[in-house]
């Protein structure tokens, strides 16, 4: 159905996707990698990876005669304010930095859902951010949006990696894209600049080492060995993606509600240590930072502001 794959494109721009592609809802090729990876501990506390596995590596267990899945990014890179050097400030990545994407995205894919349900009748569909058991990276990347990059993150030669992930699954027999093609070629910044090493070899992460994890799934204390190498992250991690030469020229996003609130991209972890229940759910309603608990972040604000280096008499007296 070319031409209903070609309005569901159109759709899909016009609210507000910068991409969009269609893949064949195959089941992943990765099975026994996927396995493997959550049974050698590389998954840290992320248990819930493993539930309903067979869903995550068939999109026909998830959705039953599952055809075709309409992939969608949104661009949410926004340019940042350089940060007050006087103040012990901790970084937040950067898609956490707007609105919350799962309440932005998802409307827009149940409307999406709806036209084709409506465009073809008997057509089934199911929906998913980040929290259904659907593999986004790589059947964006079948679907031709970009390609998966040696620091796992899917790369738009156009865009870059700075790219929130949506599908639609559905039942409809679509016209499907031709998948990326892999462009990292030699490059290995993101692996070198990986302060922890999580990235143990190109296309491969230990999530129990990345400090995108560490300050966000881990719960509980942090071992020193990694405790020291975290940096000034308060809550996820960009290094990997600032360093790759594809995001040097990254457009800024045009969606309001992902222009950063925090101008820097920081917070004072000294306000935060001192922070309420109440500043917490205030300063972070209606963001993706509100996930975790004050605590886990309290938590991540010594790890940072242990990290600052200390100021001397003669800095002090300069200032």
């Not at 596995?53 to 039953?64: H, N, V, Y």
């Not at 991209?265 to 996930?291: C, I, M, P, Q, Y």
Request: hydrophobic share 40%; proline share 6%; glycine share 8%.
């Amino acid at each position: 159905m070319t031409l209903v794959a070609e309005q569901v494109k159109r759709l899909a721009r016009g609210l507000g996707f910068d991409l969009v592609g269609i893949a064949p809802a195959a089941r992943s090729p990765r099975e026994s990698y996927i396995r493997q990876w959550i049974s050698s501990g590389r998954a840290g506390q992320m248990t819930y990876l493993a539930d309903r596995i067979e869903e995550r590596i068939d999109p026909a267990a998830f959705l039953p005669g599952a055809r075709t899945i309409i992939c969608v990014a949104m661009n949410y890179f926004a340019p940042l304010a350089a940060p007050d050097a006087r103040q012990a400030a901790g970084k937040v990545a950067r898609y956490a930095l707007g609105a919350d994407y799962h309440e932005l995205i998802k409307p827009k894919l149940y409307a999406i859902a709806d036209w084709l349900r409506e465009a073809v009748p008997g057509t089934r569909t199911k929906c998913g951010v980040d929290t259904a058991p659907i593999l986004e990276r790589e059947h964006a990347a079948r679907g031709g949006i970009g390609w998966v990059g040696k620091n796992t993150c899917l790369i738009n030669e156009r865009i870059g990696s700075w790219l929130l992930l949506g599908s639609v699954l559905t039942t409809a027999d679509l016209a499907v894209d031709e998948p990326s093609t892999d462009r990292c070629g030699t490059c290995t910044r993101c692996i070198d600049a990986c302060p922890t090493a999580a990235i143990v070899e190109p296309y491969q992460l230990d999530a129990s080492k990345c400090i995108s994890y560490l300050t966000i799934e881990h719960s509980g204390d942090i071992a020193e060995p990694l405790r020291g190498k975290m940096q000034h992250w308060l809550f996820g991690c960009d290094i990997c993606q600032d360093v790759c030469p594809w995001n040097g020229r990254a457009p800024g996003t045009e969606i309001p509600e992902l222009k950063p609130r925090l101008p820097a991209g920081t917070l004072n972890v000294d306000e935060v240590l001192a922070w309420s229940k109440d500043d917490f759910d205030r300063t972070f309603r209606h963001t993706a930072v509100k996930r975790i608990r004050l605590p886990v972040l309290q938590r991540n604000a010594r790890i940072v502001k242990e990290q600052r280096p200390r100021i001397s008499t003669t800095d002090r007296e300069q200032e």
